[in-house]
């Protein structure tokens, strides 16, 4: 991944500054770098061909398209093949600011200013109403979790546009930026405030704060049924070994939800 960096940096003429970031399983890695005097951010996403393509592949491509919404653009693309893999090089605007946290699951508490936290509400909002032929999750995708996870289906009967991973290492501070935006489309309503409502649950302050902000979204039969969505992909994570910390608190929340408890015997199926 550090040899596919340093091509796409020659390639984009960039000289990448710092240590790069990894991506989920080391699928992804990224670094700052200057070209002509202006900061970017230059990331390599690796795959094999079969799976190189669609809208997972061209997602932050596709959110140029976006208005409203506090996020990087995309200047450019370059893509070869290497060892059996396609590797794909997207190079960047650089954003201001931090990630909230280094992890996806916040592990400590945060104090963010009253308008980080309706700028993000705004810029869900703005995304909610954004028209896109692209696919977060339908209902054969849920299906097919829900019934891994319970044993029984979740059918939702609402959708809208969604980020698809709003997680707290998505999420830029002092001033609001969202980032990855290779999952977006459409999914269940609610389905972003549910994700960043688990991804909180070691924290519950936050938590919280995150329930005060989308209470709208989250209450009802849609925000449950989004719950419900959102925390059948994540036990097919942690399954897979991806946040075992989250386990415990996840099953309880679900439980609360009168949802059928997931079987430790069943295997996860993206």
């Not at 994570?237 to 608190?249: A, Q």
Request: glycine residues 8%.
């Amino acid at each position: 991944m550090r040899a596919n960096l340093a091509r796409a940096a020659r390639h984009f003429d960039v000289a990448v500054d710092g240590e790069p970031v990894f991506g989920w399983r080391l699928c992804s890695i990224g670094a700052r770098g200057s070209r002509a005097g202006t900061w970017r951010w230059l990331r390599v996403v690796s795959d094999y061909p079969q799976w190189a393509s669609g809208d997972g592949w061209t997602g932050n491509a596709d959110a140029n398209a976006l208005l409203g919404i506090a996020k990087p653009q995309l200047l450019d693309v370059y893509e070869w093949d290497d060892d059996g893999r396609r590797q794909r090089a997207e190079l960047f605007t650089l954003l201001p600011g931090t990630p909230v946290s280094t992890t996806d699951v916040l592990h400590r508490t945060v104090h963010l200013p009253e308008r980080w936290w309706a700028q993000l509400r705004a810029n869900v909002n703005n995304l909610r109403n954004t028209p896109t032929g692209r696919i977060n999750a339908d209902q054969p995708i849920v299906s097919r979790r829900s019934a891994t996870a319970f044993g029984a289906e979740v059918r939702v009967q609402h959708w809208e546009m969604v980020h698809g991973d709003l997680h707290w290492a998505n999420l830029l501070f002092p001033k609001l930026g969202i980032l990855d935006w290779e999952l977006w489309g459409r999914g269940p309503v609610g389905t972003d405030a549910a994700t960043l409502y688990f991804h909180s649950l070691l924290v519950p302050a936050v938590a919280n704060r995150v329930r005060v902000t989308f209470a709208d979204v989250l209450e009802g039969p849609d925000g449950r049924i989004a719950q419900l969505a959102v925390a059948a992909r994540m036990l097919g994570r942690i399954e897979d070994g991806d946040y075992p910390e989250l386990e415990h608190p996840l099953r309880e929340h679900i439980a609360a939800l009168d949802a059928p408890q997931p079987s430790v015997e069943r295997r996860y199926r993206p």
